[in-house]
């Protein structure tokens, strides 16, 4: 069964450093999505990407965060000069072209910034 | 503005016994509406979801949920828990945006006594 897979699995940086997360998604889906989850709390939205563009994103998401499709596979969430608060789990997703999107989630890749 | 709440925070129940996770969600129209299962240290699993028709919904590992309107619930319902079944589960509903943007509940994590 296709799955959504991430790298890293896990992640320790230092505060500042920049971070790439990278996920690569269903084969023929063609939404893609980033949340995350800080330890105890609910999974958050991030940002949702069509078409080579964002589709929607939240607050959380700002200038700080930016996604790319770099090839056919790949979709990447960079974090340019992380903070101790961007220490959480980061889930990719993906979703087929359908009126319902259903999304089908990766592992997660576990971010600790100290 | 949409959300979601699952009241309880925790549960437990004795294995064998049946389960009912309760989810109600603030939303303007007709929901999209999953429920998710994250086993500890996993991602996050589709178990099933609603968007159209029969308002019972079957699942995976022997789970149904019953959308409400009336109610604005989503309660997910297993006849007889397994000790596997001890995990989190999130509801969540798709966002009027139709981007595919899911809001989570805040999760309900279940414990199940042998």
């Known amino acids: 069964e296709p799955e959504v897979t991430q790298t890293p699995s896990h992640q320790v940086t230092q505060m500042g450093q920049e971070v790439i997360l990278r996920c690569v998604p269903i084969?023929?889906?063609?939404?893609f999505y980033w949340y995350r989850q800080i330890l105890g709390q609910k999974v958050e939205f991030l940002v949702s990407f069509y078409n080579n563009e964002i589709s929607e994103k939240s607050e959380i998401f700002d200038d700080q965060f930016s996604v790319e499709r770099p090839d056919g596979s790949n979709f990447t969430l960079k974090i340019r000069s992380t903070k101790l608060e961007d220490s959480a789990m980061y889930f990719c997703?993906?979703?087929?072209?359908?009126?319902?999107?259903?999304?089908?989630f990766g592992p997660g890749t576990r971010l600790l910034v100290l | 503005a949409q959300s979601v709440t699952q009241p309880d925070i925790h549960i437990t129940v004795s294995e064998g016994a049946s389960l009912e996770l309760r989810c109600n969600y603030s939303?303007?129209?007709?929901?999209?509406l999953f429920w998710y299962v994250q086993s500890p240290g996993q991602g996050l699993q589709l178990l099933l979801k609603?968007?159209?028709?029969?308002?019972l919904v079957q699942g995976i590992k022997g789970f149904e949920a019953e959308f409400k309107r009336s109610q604005s619930s989503f309660n997910l319902r297993k006849p007889s828990v397994h000790w596997s079944d001890a995990a989190e589960y999130f509801c969540a509903v798709g966002a009027l945006s139709n981007t595919g943007k899911l809001i989570f509940g805040q999760g309900t994590t279940l414990q199940v006594k042998p």
């Open positions: 609603y968007f159209s028709g029969d308002t």
């Open positions: 997703a993906s979703s087929e072209p359908t009126s319902v999107k259903t999304q089908y």
């Open positions: 939303y303007g129209a007709t929901p999209y």
């Open positions: 084969s023929n889906h063609l939404y």
